[in-house]
């Protein structure tokens, strides 16, 4: 009978039939998957430097990485980099504060309640469609050319990101876990802070990744209202004079945190998901 069996094991796949190789997950180190990681922004560093070496690329038309480097000393040292960057974080982080909570709570409201989303949903979904570039200019006849407008207009275009994600999360709760919740005596409040928040977590922070995204998009917008600090302000002051090296930080800048605000939300996500495998790390 054991014969029998190891044949039947040891005999080939039927035809059209190929024996299964499972894929097993190949262990990368940290430094290795930040090198590679490196290898991008590298390149393109390289790239640069060469263009301004061999005059391809001209310095009324963008600056070398050295000079580039010079001016950041130069901004750091007189202090007006320093300011500008306090001055822009504080208009993107209290945007964007007021963006997330009016976004989360419009869209647990809409997702939780089928009369908040016979109330809400169609009008916040045409709302989402317009631009928030459109916005600037009503805006500045609304609030005048102060901090008011240009903090409305980040929280504007943070809002709707964390509406439609916070709201297809709550959506997809279980609703059998739900009513579960509710038949043990839970109430609504009770119920959205223990079961639907934590299903939703993904999609949340989800939404929260895009909404930090477009903080930095839309404050480089609202710095434009006539700004008088901030990076926008550097920007406008480097243009006028043709400075093409401070133009090249405050583009390198505004990246930058457009990097650093998707790395927290990376980091945030380990830390509050840590079952979750990343991204890619089958392939």
């Known amino acids: 009978m054991s014969d029998a069996r190891v044949k039947a094991t040891d005999s080939p796949p039927p035809p059209g039939l190929v024996t299964p190789r499972p894929q097993l997950r190949k262990p990368r180190s940290r430094p290795y998957a930040l090198a590679v990681r490196a290898l991008g922004p590298f390149a393109l560093l390289g790239l640069w430097w060469a263009a301004s070496a061999t005059g391809l690329l001209t310095p009324d038309v963008l600056a070398s990485p050295a000079e580039v480097l010079r001016a950041v000393g130069e901004l750091w040292g007189n202090g007006q980099l320093p300011d500008a960057l306090t001055t822009s974080l504080t208009r993107s982080g209290i945007g964007l504060l007021i963006g997330l909570a009016a976004g989360l709570t419009l869209g647990i409201t809409t997702g939780f309640t089928r009369l908040g989303d016979e ?4 009008s916040l979904q045409t709302l989402r469609t317009i631009p928030f570039l459109s916005l600037v200019p009503l805006f500045m006849v609304w609030f005048g050319i102060n901090e008011t407008a240009k903090i409305l207009l980040i929280a504007v275009a ?16 279980d609703p059998k876990l739900v009513e579960a919740m509710r038949s043990f005596g839970m109430s609504r409040l009770a119920i959205v802070r223990e079961v639907v928040l934590p299903g939703a977590l993904p999609s949340l922070l989800a939404g929260l990744r895009l909404s930090m995204t477009l903080s930095v998009i839309a404050l480089i917008a609202a710095e434009e209202i006539n700004a008088t600090a901030g990076i926008g302000y550097l920007m406008s002051q480097a243009q006028s004079y043709a400075r093409t090296d401070i133009l090249a930080v405050c583009i390198l800048v505004y990246g930058l945190l457009g990097l650093t605000a998707d790395i927290l939300v ?12 990343p991204q890619g790390a089958r392939r």
Request: no cysteine; net charge positive.
């Open 119 to 122: 109330l809400l949903d169609s």
């Open 158 to 173: 943070t809002t709707f990101p964390m509406y439609v994600s916070a709201s297809s999360g709550v959506r997809n709760t």
């Open 266 to 277: 990376r980091l945030l996500e380990r830390v509050l998901m840590p079952w979750r495998t």
